[in-house]
């Protein structure tokens, strides 16, 4: 290569890395120090950079000082409004975002920051999984059961909408044993990225418990701890109005106290373990209390379809005469996911 293309390749070079520099973010940390590279998003509390000289890495929220961008970038706030602008910061390091839809500059406060582009969130959709479970025996004793579950949950910044439904039904040499139905619906609104209200509504029939209708309805407060892929955890407190449609006995209505937990973990990829409890303590008679926990473990199989053990346990510390207190539901079923 002659001098003069020598001297046009430099140039090049040069041209090609200025172009790319004129593109790129730089993350300046509280240490003083200083990255450089393309902002991805944020994600679980990180931004995740793209850099030429180690890929993508992820920078904890709180290390991040102030950022400046040369490109426009497209901020959603944790209020739902979405802004596209370039960002610099002043002397004393608050960022600022300059966008021609806006009048004035905007001042950037990283705790109102939910997403950057290109990570912005999905439409919101629904998701969750349908249950088929059976139970068939013949020879010395006839037996027959099924149950049908269904749940499901809609998702966006900051509202959750979570569905539920269970049937099941049993035959013990042709004499019903077993027939009860639930349901839930329940919506969050957050009001923080952990911090929630909620509204929730259960209902129960049981033909053994002389159960035509038990409604459970109230307000509260939850605090989502974990809720990921790999592990969810949630708590929550409230109240609740109970009312108890007897088939033949008196109906009956009370107030009471509501303690309920969700927890996920992703033991292996092939282990999923759940449990979900809800408790209702009386807060018209001390002592008294229901209580309805679900425990689960499911393993997947091929095809979106998973192995499904569930245990659940409804307990009624005061039931009406010649009814048990304590209820368990052992289902072995099908899941398929969606």
Same mark, same amino acid.
Not at 269 to 284: H, I, R
């Given at each position: ?164 439904? /269970? #049937?099941?039904?049993? %035959?013990?040499? !042709?004499?019903?044993?077993? =027939? $009860? ?17 909620y509204l929730s509504t259960e209902l129960l029939y049981d033909t053994f ?69 809800? /408790? #209702?303590?009386?807060? %018209?008679?001390? !002592?008294?209390?229901?209580? =309805? $926990? ?45």
């Open positions: 290569m002659s001098l003069l293309g020598k001297c046009w390749y430099v140039v090049l070079l040069g041209v090609l890395y200025l172009a790319g520099a004129a593109h790129a973010e730089t993350i300046h940390l509280v240490n003083d120090d200083r990255l450089t590279g393309t902002i991805v998003g944020i994600k679980e509390g990180s931004l995740i950079l793209d850099t030429e000289y180690a890929k993508q890495i992820k920078i904890a929220k709180k290390k991040i000082r102030y950022i400046t961008s040369e490109k426009s970038l497209k901020i959603r706030f944790t209020s739902g409004e979405v802004i596209d602008g370039v960002v610099t910061a002043e002397p004393s390091g608050v960022m600022v975002l300059h966008s021609p839809t806006c009048a004035s500059p905007v001042m950037l406060e990283w705790e109102k920051v939910a997403a950057i582009s290109p990570m912005l969130p999905k439409k919101p959709k629904w998701s969750g999984d349908i249950t088929l479970g059976a139970n068939l025996k013949s020879g010395n004793s006839d037996k027959f059961g099924f149950s049908v579950g269904i749940n499901a949950m809609r998702k966006a910044a900051r509202h959750r909408i979570t569905l539920g439904f /269970l #049937y099941n039904y049993a %035959e013990d040499e !042709g004499t019903l044993s077993s =027939r $009860n139905a639930y349901g839930k619906i329940k919506y969050d609104y957050f009001f923080t990225a952990k911090l929630y209200g418990k002389d159960l035509n209708l038990r409604t459970v309805v109230g307000p509260g407060g939850g605090y989502q701890l974990w809720d990921d892929e790999i592990k969810t955890l949630a708590f929550e407190a409230g109240i609740a109005y109970f009312n108890e449609d007897l088939k033949n006995g008196p109906d009956n209505s009370w107030v009471t106290g509501r303690l309920a937990g969700n927890f996920r973990y992703k033991l292996a990829d092939t282990v999923t373990f759940q449990e979900q409890l809800a /408790l #209702y303590p009386s807060l %018209e008679k001390l !002592g008294e209390f229901t209580l =309805r $926990n679900e425990a689960a473990i499911s393993s997947p199989l091929a095809f979106g379809w998973s192995l499904r053990l569930s245990n659940i346990i409804e307990h009624d510390s005061d039931p009406e005469p010649g009814i048990k207190k304590t209820d368990c539901d052992l289902v072995l079923g099908l899941l398929y996911g969606f």
